[in-house]
């Protein structure tokens, strides 16, 4: 039940032992009920209460505990997230050099949060593509810095809704649907984050190497050069076979 949350699998079976009766216990009940050992239990019932998660009583020289109130718990918890989360933004960092090493990174939700942390610090300029959906959750953050004076690019395979100026979009066909997704992010002109499915999980590379931003730059580019080639000269692309069969081999 609490072991998410950061307690110990004796603690949380505590916890449970206590609220899933809703009254006061003694240890040698809390025992029976929750499976935690005897040698153990003082110990962990000492703990929860110092952590504020049990309140503690003595009754006709028994001692007897009360697990804290479902709804007073999740209030607790929200606040020590919370608290934990400000701590970990005011530890200092220093500035460091350039790094050319190429970092990976693998789990969707985690490459989300660290490119919205890119785009979070960019100062100049942020070059991003990817399909329609996976662009979505970047939005607001591409749409807050481009209100700040970012420069903000992006190509998007897929139509998307967005105040943003400066965005080329790719309707594709079926044939276009059947690529590989992919996602670049280019912060600065000075890093870049390129994320890709591997079968159905998402993994990432993350480095500051010059060569390295320049190729995906490029890449960018080259993708909305086509686009746009292709948006107005689409009728004559698409009745030479051989072009379109080559435009369809290209990532975009």
């Known amino acids: 039940m609490l072991q998410p949350f950061g307690f110990t699998q004796y603690e949380s079976k505590v916890y449970e032992a206590l609220i899933t009766v809703n009254e006061a216990l003694d240890a ?7 499976g935690v050992p005897r040698s153990k239990v003082y110990e962990v019932l000492q703990r929860m209460t110092d952590k504020g998660m049990i309140l503690e009583s003595t009754a006709d020289r028994k001692r007897l505990y009360y697990a804290l109130p479902v709804e007073a718990t999740i209030d607790k918890l929200k606040a020590d997230f919370e608290s934990n989360v400000e701590d970990l933004k005011n530890i200092p ?23 919205k942390e890119l785009m979070g610090n960019a100062r100049k300029s942020i070059v991003i593509s990817g399909w329609a959906d996976d662009l979505e959750p970047y939005i607001p953050v591409l749409e807050g810095k481009s209100n700040e004076g970012v420069e903000v690019e992006v190509h998007s395979t897929g ?3 967005t105040t943003l100026s ?33 079968h159905t999980d998402w993994q ?28 107005k000269y689409s009728d004559t692309i698409l009745k030479d076979e051989g072009i379109r069969e080559l435009l369809l081999k290209l990532r975009y």
């Open 93 to 115: 960092q220093k500035d460091v050099e350039a790094d050319d090493r190429v970092w990976t990174l693998k789990e969707d939700q985690s490459i989300l949060s660290m490119q």
């Open 28 to 34: 040698t009940t809390i025992v029976k009920r929750s």
């Open 204 to 231: 990432a590379m993350h480095t500051q190497s010059k060569p390295l931003v320049k190729f995906f730059t490029e890449f960018f580019y080259h993708d909305v050069a086509l686009t746009e080639i292709t948006r």
């Open 166 to 198: 400066n965005v080329s979009i790719l309707i594709p066909n079926s044939l276009h649907e059947a690529l590989e997704r992919s996602r670049i992010l280019i912060i600065d002109n000075q890093e870049v984050m390129f994320a890709g499915k591997e």
């Open 159 to 161: 139509a998307i809704e």
